[in-house]
Every structure is written in structure tokens, then in C-alpha cells.
């Protein structure tokens, strides 16, 4: 299990600025990569999730050309090639393998609500809060939130909240499904953990091959479908650790996987 905390700028609550994208790009990446590692955990230190982009550090771009290069450029897509690495939002457009948890303690706002979107899973405070406030900047939500929001909740009530920017409870977040869990102010870090540690627990093949089917199986074509899923997961069903689950069922007694 790994636990990412971005804590370059909680006095500023979290908000991100080139350096700190690609700090996060760069542990997530790393964990993807580790295979002792099956779960992750983002959390914000100082008591706030995410501000989203440093508008503060924003401002100083004086000039057009930069703002051009450290806001605009990351947000668009190359011509011809996949998405840009990050975006100015580190790991919004990252395509990992593994469960990642957000563990949202007071703001998750603007690119900071992005980013627990881009997470499979979110377990907050029940004091939290969410919103696309970039309307109120004459900005866009460029980083995933205009897309994912309304796949997470109601389309309707996604749309009020992107075009009016107004902010939103993690009780309401709970209520229409966006949060998984909510727990008491302090505690999501330590809810984030117990689900991850659940997560853990279950064979790591099958962990992976399953988020790839509920991420991806929705945009299938109907006659595809099956075939798409076999495919995936007929390695893991003939893996292994798929016959170390059925000895450790038999034997009344906690499996050992081996990721093999």
C-alpha cells in the first residue's frame, strides 16, 4: 500500500503548481510500477485535500507567453499524439492499473475536485467540501472534472454545479454516490486506510483485472463485450493465486498471493 500526501503547500491548501504536478505524476507512477504495492492513498496535509491551481502563482504569469506554457499547454492535447503527460494537475490524465483511494479533508475544490475524481475511490469528512468553482474565474474545468463529475452523479445536478461554480457537501457527495465513505473531521485519512487495507487483502491480479472491466466496460460495444472481458480476465481465473484462493477456502484459512 502506498500513501501519497501532498504537502508542498498546505499552508495554501494544497494547491498545485508545475513542481508539484510532476512530483505527483512521478509517485504514482512509481507505485503503478512497484508490484509490492497494490493500493494508494492521496491524502492532503494541513486540512484541506486540494485548493486545485495556484492561482496566486497564476497571477504572477505576467505575460501571455506564460501563462500560454504553464497553464494552457498542459491542458490541451498535443497535436497528433496521446494527452500530455499531466497537465498542469499532475495526475488527472494518468491511466494507472491500480485502486487508488482520495482521503478528502476540507477543501477538494476546482483541480483538487478534479483529482479526487480521477480517483477510483474517495472516502471524506463529512465537513468537506467539493465544487468546480472555475466558472467564477472565467476558467474552464480542463482536468477531467466536466466529464467525470457527470458520470459520477446526476447529470443534471453536475451541470448546476459546473456552470454556476457553487460549492457542494461531502453528505450530498455521499448521497448521490461521488463519496464512498464518510467519516468524522480528521478521520478520512484513517477511513482511506482501512478500505485500502480491505483492498489488500484480495488477490492483487484480481484487484487490477476488475478495476480495468469497471473502468473500461462501459464504453464497450454490446456484441463485444464478453469477448473483451474474457480476455482480461482469463489469465487471472487460471492463475496461480486463482487456485491458492480455492486451497485457502478449502483449508478455512487466510491466502497467500503471489501476484503470479
Given at each position: 500500500m502506498?500513501?501519497?500526501?501532498h504537502?508542498?503547500?498546505?499552508?495554501a491548501r494544497?494547491?498545485?503548481?508545475?513542481?508539484?504536478?510532476?512530483?505527483?505524476?512521478?509517485?504514482?507512477?512509481?507505485?503503478?510500477?512497484d508490484?509490492?504495492?497494490?493500493?494508494?492513498?492521496?491524502?492532503?496535509?494541513?486540512g484541506?485535500?486540494c485548493?486545485?491551481?495556484?492561482?496566486?502563482?497564476?497571477?504572477?504569469?505576467?505575460?501571455?507567453?506564460a501563462?500560454?506554457?504553464?497553464?494552457?499547454?498542459g491542458?490541451?492535447?498535443?497535436?497528433?499524439?496521446n494527452?500530455?503527460?499531466r497537465?498542469?494537475?499532475?495526475?488527472?490524465?494518468?491511466?494507472?492499473?491500480?485502486?487508488?483511494?482520495?482521503?478528502?479533508?476540507?477543501?477538494?475544490?476546482?483541480?483538487?475536485?478534479?483529482?479526487?475524481l480521477?480517483?477510483?475511490?474517495?472516502?471524506?469528512?463529512r465537513?468537506?467540501?467539493?465544487?468546480?468553482p472555475?466558472?467564477?474565474?472565467?476558467?474552464?474545468?480542463?482536468?477531467?472534472?466536466l466529464f467525470?463529475?457527470?458520470?459520477?452523479?446526476?447529470?443534471?445536478?453536475?451541470?448546476?454545479?459546473?456552470?454556476?461554480?457553487?460549492?457542494f457537501?461531502?453528505?450530498?457527495?455521499h448521497?448521490?454516490?461521488?463519496?464512498?465513505?464518510?467519516?468524522?473531521p480528521?478521520?478520512?485519512?484513517a477511513?482511506?486506510?482501512?478500505?485500502?487495507r480491505?483492498?489488500?487483502e484480495?488477490?492483487?491480479?484480481?484487484?487490477r483485472?476488475?478495476?480495468?472491466?469497471?473502468?473500461?466496460?462501459?464504453?464497450?460495444?454490446?456484441?463485444?463485450?464478453?469477448?473483451?472481458?474474457?480476455?482480461?480476465?482469463?489469465?487471472?481465473?487460471?492463475s496461480?493465486?486463482?487456485?491458492?484462493?480455492?486451497?485457502?477456502?478449502?483449508?478455512?484459512?487466510?491466502p497467500?498471493?503471489?501476484?503470479?
Open positions: 502506498w500513501t501519497v500526501v504537502s508542498r503547500f498546505a499552508e494544497n494547491a498545485m503548481d508545475p513542481d508539484s504536478a510532476d512530483a505527483l505524476v512521478q509517485a504514482f507512477r512509481e507505485f503503478d510500477a508490484d509490492s504495492a497494490s493500493v494508494a492513498v492521496l491524502w492532503g496535509e494541513g484541506a485535500f485548493a486545485g491551481w495556484d492561482l496566486k502563482f497564476a497571477s504572477t504569469l505576467s505575460d501571455h507567453d501563462f500560454q506554457r504553464h497553464v494552457v499547454d491542458l490541451a492535447f498535443p497535436t497528433g499524439a494527452p500530455a503527460p497537465g498542469p494537475l499532475g495526475p488527472t490524465r494518468l491511466e494507472l492499473s491500480k485502486p487508488v483511494i482520495a482521503a478528502v479533508e476540507g477543501y477538494a475544490l476546482a483541480g483538487g475536485c478534479e483529482i479526487a480521477a480517483c477510483d475511490l474517495i472516502v471524506a469528512a465537513d468537506a467540501t467539493f465544487g468546480l472555475e466558472t467564477k474565474r472565467s476558467l474552464v474545468a480542463g482536468a477531467g472534472g467525470r463529475l457527470p458520470q459520477r452523479i446526476p447529470r443534471a445536478i453536475a451541470m448546476e454545479y459546473a456552470l454556476t461554480g457553487e460549492f457537501s461531502a453528505e450530498d457527495a448521497t448521490w454516490g461521488l463519496v464512498n465513505r464518510l467519516t468524522d480528521g478521520e478520512a485519512l477511513g482511506a486506510l482501512r478500505l485500502a480491505k483492498i489488500t484480495r488477490g492483487p491480479l484480481a484487484v483485472a476488475t478495476k480495468k472491466i469497471v473502468r473500461d466496460g462501459g464504453d464497450w460495444p454490446a456484441e463485444e463485450r464478453w469477448a473483451r472481458q474474457q480476455e482480461i480476465m482469463g489469465p487471472v481465473m487460471t496461480a493465486d486463482a487456485r491458492e484462493g480455492a486451497r485457502a477456502f478449502a483449508e478455512k484459512r487466510a497467500v498471493w503471489t501476484g503470479k
